[in-house]
């Protein structure tokens, strides 16, 4: 299953921390996050509990941009 979020962060930097710590979470197939439309684009694997995982991105985000954001 594929879903887009709203996301919030600051710099395109700051957006290829966010993607990379994404693609580095259980659960999640390929995540690409677009700094300009300020939307993050995630893959999930097959049994993947959607909610449970993008909690996890949310935590592996906020430890490498504190101030980022993510609506779900």
């Known amino acids: 299953m594929k879903k887009t979020y709203k996301i919030e962060v600051d710099c395109a930097n700051c957006a290829l921390k966010m993607e990379d710590a994404a693609n580095k979470t259980a659960g999640v197939n390929k995540a690409v996050v677009n700094f300009m439309t300020q939307k993050m684009t995630v893959e999930f694997e097959e049994s993947a509990d959607e909610k449970a995982v993008m909690k ?17």
């Open 56 to 72: 996890t991105v949310l935590k592996s985000c906020k430890r490498v941009e504190d101030d980022c954001e993510i609506y779900f």
